[in-house]
């Protein structure tokens, strides 16, 4: 039951601007015990407070402990003050070790009750409240021993105690861990108590006796772990390198590709802020004529075998001889199992084909492909041709390969080597909403006109399927120049 102080508090508080019959029904509520009930919902409603920005940014030492974990999972931070909270999510989640799949919550007290700030999550679903993105730390935390509170998954119930150790005269450049124990609990893992059931078991060496009741048998626990968690793991330089990942700030970039951007971070999913935050996401978007010329190689050869047009066959396909000079001369002829000389039954072919026509290099008209006005233009400048290119990225007018074309680009355009694009790209349209046709569980297949100019540039016509690789580093311009376009 609340004082009397407190009681005199809220009456004020419900009584101002009151109309006579709430003020009935609040003198009707406190005639009936139900003070208590009042007073937790006022509790609810009250706005954090927060301190004015200062003057100057310090910066703070502090350590953030998971609550409740005996022996305790902990890490030792320096922060600069002039973070915002999601920016103060971000790290928490890169140094603790989530994976930022889940609501989050920042509350100044240690009661759950309190008042909290509020997500784009929850402004997005008609909360109110002080947002979190409007409140830097250095509004809430001042001195030595002050404290901030960080839920992160509300059915699991992970609670985090954020207490400065030190105020930092002078503001650190980046955020940095300097000392930690213990891995994070796996996500999902059911909270406190299932993350001591689990942890006891992997330290006993996988001891059947312990197996946590929530694994049918050993190997469906171990398949379910995280490869390689053991509970008393920590490594100082893995976090760092997690936490420069997870806080560089992301390429600007407008237009569709900053809508998904957005999209995705309201819903606390940071893969795609990350695959824009690596260091080549931010490199150049100019290439030399050297570069410039090996890219667009085989476009190049397509038009010049094109010439001022080709006769199709009945059926629209090009014309055997058509067809194996340009395997010929691109290099598809190396390795391709057959005669090439059949754009029906080589694929490759049929592929440059295709992206040049979806890249408005070639039309059909009255049975035969020849070049567009643009072809002409640029075909002799190998400057002038990429620039098409990077102009007329990403290809589609459907949703998925809209989408699916900036993803590639993000990918690409950040260096992750060629074989890795498919997996990447993948996972990022699964984060936006998208899964397997016959398994919504499993992320789509990530084929969109983009990926396959992205290929042909870097080289695809000349190898194997699946073995161009590594990074290309004019191919990775090409998608940065076309993401920064907008």
């Known amino acids: 039951m609340a004082d009397e102080t407190d009681v005199q508090h809220l009456v004020k508080q419900l009584m101002a601007g009151a109309r006579p019959e709430e003020g009935k029904a609040l003198l009707d509520a406190l005639m009936h015990g139900q003070v208590t009930t009042i007073f937790e919902k006022l509790k609810r409603d009250e706005r954090p407070a927060v301190l004015p920005v200062p003057e100057r940014v310090r910066g703070f030492r502090v350590r953030l402990d998971l609550h409740g974990a005996k022996p305790p999972v902990w890490r030792r931070l320096e922060l600069p003050g002039d973070l915002t909270l999601p920016q103060v999510h971000v790290a928490i ?25 509020a997500t784009e999550f929850d402004l997005d679903e008609g909360d109110e409240g002080m947002p979190e993105a409007d409140v830097r730390l250095d509004q809430l935390l001042a001195a030595k021993g002050d404290e901030l509170w960080y839920e992160y998954d509300f059915g699991d119930g992970w609670d985090h105690q954020l207490v400065v150790e030190a105020v930092l005269d002078e503001s650190p450049a980046t955020v940095r861990c300097t000392a930690g124990r213990m891995a994070c609990p796996p996500e999902d893992c059911g909270g406190i108590w299932g993350y001591d059931e689990i942890a006891a078991w992997v330290r006993s060496g996988y001891d059947d006796t312990l197996l946590p009741r929530s694994f049918e048998d ?46 995705l971070t309201r819903r606390g999913l940071t893969a795609l802020r990350e695959v824009l935050g690596r260091p080549l996401s931010h490199g150049p978007v100019d290439l030399s004529d050297a570069q410039a010329a090996s890219s667009t190689e085989t476009y190049r050869t ?8 080709v006769t199709l066959t009945a059926a629209g396909y090009l014309r055997p001889a058509v067809v194996e000079e340009i395997a010929t001369r691109t290099g598809i002829a190396e ?21 040049a026509r979806a890249l408005g290099l070639v039309s059909v008209r009255s049975g035969q492909l020849t070049p567009t ?12 041709l990429l620039a098409h ?16 074309g900036w993803m590639v680009l993000a990918v ?32 789509p297949p990530p084929w969109s006109p983009t990926f396959e100019v992205l290929e042909q540039l870097a080289g695809a016509a000349g190898a194997r399927w699946g073995e ?14 076309a993401i920064r376009r907008t």
């Open 302 to 309: 397509f038009l010049d075998i094109i010439g001022d047009g």
């Open 335 to 355: 390795w391709w199992i057959g005669k090439a000389n059949r754009e029906d039954l080589t694929r490759p072919v049929a592929a440059i084909r295709d992206t």
């Open 468 to 481: 161009v690789k590594g990074t290309d580093l004019a191919v990775a311009a090409v998608a940065r120049a």
């Open 93 to 117: 989640q890169a140094a603790m070790g989530w994976y930022d799949s889940h609501l989050h919550r920042f509350r100044v007290s240690k009661d759950r009750r309190s008042p909290y700030f």
């Open 373 to 384: 006005a643009a072809a002409r233009r640029c075909a002799g400048d190998p400057q002038a």
């Open 218 to 263: 050993a190997e469906h626990g171990r398949d379910w772990l995280p490869e390689g968690w053991h509970p008393d793991h920590f490594d100082l330089g893995e976090v760092n390198e997690s936490l420069a990942i997870a806080t560089t700030e992301p390429v600007d970039v407008g237009g569709e590709l900053a809508e998904l951007a957005d999209r």
């Open 412 to 443: 690409a355009g950040s260096g992750t080597p060629v074989e890795h694009w498919h997996d990447e790209t993948a996972d990022l349209l699964y984060d936006l909403g998208w899964s397997h046709g016959r398994d919504r569980l499993s992320p």
């Open 389 to 404: 290119i990077v102009g007329r990225l990403p290809l589609g007018t459907k949703d998925f390969d809209r989408q699916a």
